[in-house]
Structures are given as structure tokens and as C-alpha cells.
């Protein structure tokens, strides 16, 4: 699966130009997702050097994108007549969608299980009411 992911808000606080701190997991989700055979490009508003900066910083962290900003490590914007700026993704993770960014447990477990965020909430909703909780008292 070809995943595009963002990176300020996402892999890291928003701290543009700067570099904030981690989001937790961010990272470790994301080499697990490129262990699994995964394409991931990173898709973001930055540039020149302040791309180069969020790129070293995720090598640093282990993980190196197959591609950044573009769909293919090779595509240029210069040169490539074919080249467009519209990427084609499977699944875009970015702190910007609808209803904010779940955490990276829950992204994993969507791209995982190839389910939905509803479904795999409704699950989670379910088996919270199927375990009986208890009282007080009884801790």
C-alpha cells in the first residue's frame, strides 16, 4: 500500500519552520508500516532547507521514505512532462483530516486490519461494553 504521511502535526508537534517534539509512536509506527512492505512518501508543505531538516530528522528516527512530496523517488517536477503534483496514495495520514489525527496505535490498527476508523472504533466501543467493569469497591 502506498501511504503519503504528513509531517508537521503529525509526525511531529507543529513547530514549522522548527522541528517539534515526537508525536508518540509516530516513528515507531512507521518503520513497522515500511517492515511490512509499505511505500510511504512523505507529503508536506515544506521545502529546500527546511525539507532536507524533516528529513534527516526521520532518518535519524529510522525511517526513510521511498519517496518525498512526489510519487516515485525518480519523478521530477523540472523535467518530467508526466509529472503531476496530485499524489497517488492509498491512504493519507495527516493531522488536517476530518475529526483530527487518531493516535498512531489506532492509524496502525486501521491500515493493519484494513478497516475503517468507524469500524475499528464501533469494535473497540463493543468490547469495552463486553467486559463487565468493577464496582469500586471490588478494586
Not at 496505535?105 to 463487565?132: F, H, N, W
Request: charged share 35%.
Amino acid at each position: 500500500m502506498v501511504i503519503a504521511v504528513d509531517f508537521d502535526g503529525t509526525i511531529v508537534r507543529d513547530e514549522y519552520p522548527g522541528i517539534g517534539r515526537e508525536i508518540p509512536f509516530a516513528t515507531q509506527t512507521l518503520r513497522m508500516l515500511i517492515e511490512e512492505g509499505h511505500r510511504l512518501i512523505l507529503w508536506t508543505v515544506r521545502q529546500g532547507e527546511t525539507l532536507e531538516d524533516a528529513v534527516t530528522w526521520c532518518r535519524h528516527k529510522g525511517v526513510e521514505f521511498y519517496a518525498v512530496n512526489r510519487n516515485f523517488p525518480e519523478e521530477n517536477d523540472q523535467t518530467d512532462e508526466e509529472y503531476s503534483r496530485k499524489l497517488k496514495a492509498d491512504i493519507f495520514i495527516d493531522d488536517r483530516n476530518i475529526g483530527g489525527l487518531p493516535d498512531w496505535g489506532m492509524i496502525y490498527q486501521i491500515i493493519r486490519e484494513r478497516k475503517s476508523y468507524e469500524e475499528v472504533l464501533l469494535r473497540g466501543i463493543e468490547e469495552s461494553r463486553a467486559t463487565p467493569r468493577k464496582k469500586w469497591w471490588q478494586l
